[in-house]
């Protein structure tokens, strides 16, 4: 079974910064890609950002990538998300993903952290 372990979701001012960090643990194989999505209230989960065990990373639109830096190390299985210059409309629940080869599965599987509240106020 693999876990995936959320930290630094919480209440930030306007124009404030956090970090959210993830880490996964349990009988993993091999990571194939982690990182973070979000979901509004009323709305669909959506994307933020993901990088790939090489390196390569994906931004849900210009302004996130703007704002947002995401980064992982996969030595130790973990991916983090530096936010900036934070928005009351950036308030949501932000979700760990990640993409992992675990027993007994050969094939690559889709797992979700259990989700950390972000809210910025103004």
């Known amino acids: 079974q693999v876990q995936l372990v959320e930290s630094g979701g919480g209440l930030v001012q306007a124009g404030g910064s956090l970090r959210l960090s993830c880490a996964a643990s349990?009988?993993?194989?091999?990571?194939?890609?982690m990182g973070w999505y979000r979901q509004f209230p009323g709305k669909q989960r959506e994307l933020v950002a993901t990088?790939?065990?090489?390196?390569?990373?994906?931004y849900a639109d210009s302004v996130v990538k703007g704002r947002f830096t995401i980064s992982g190390d996969y030595a130790k299985n973990t991916v983090d998300l530096q936010m900036i210059s934070l928005r009351p409309e950036d308030t949501a629940v932000y979700y760990c993903?990640?993409?992992?080869?675990?027993?007994?599965?050969?094939?690559?599987?889709?797992?979700w952290g259990p989700g950390t509240q972000v809210t910025v106020s103004s």
């Open positions: 990088i790939s065990e090489t390196g390569t990373t994906n």
């Open positions: 993903y990640a993409v992992i080869q675990s027993r007994p599965y050969t094939a690559f599987v889709a797992y």
């Open positions: 349990g009988s993993i194989f091999s990571v194939n890609v």
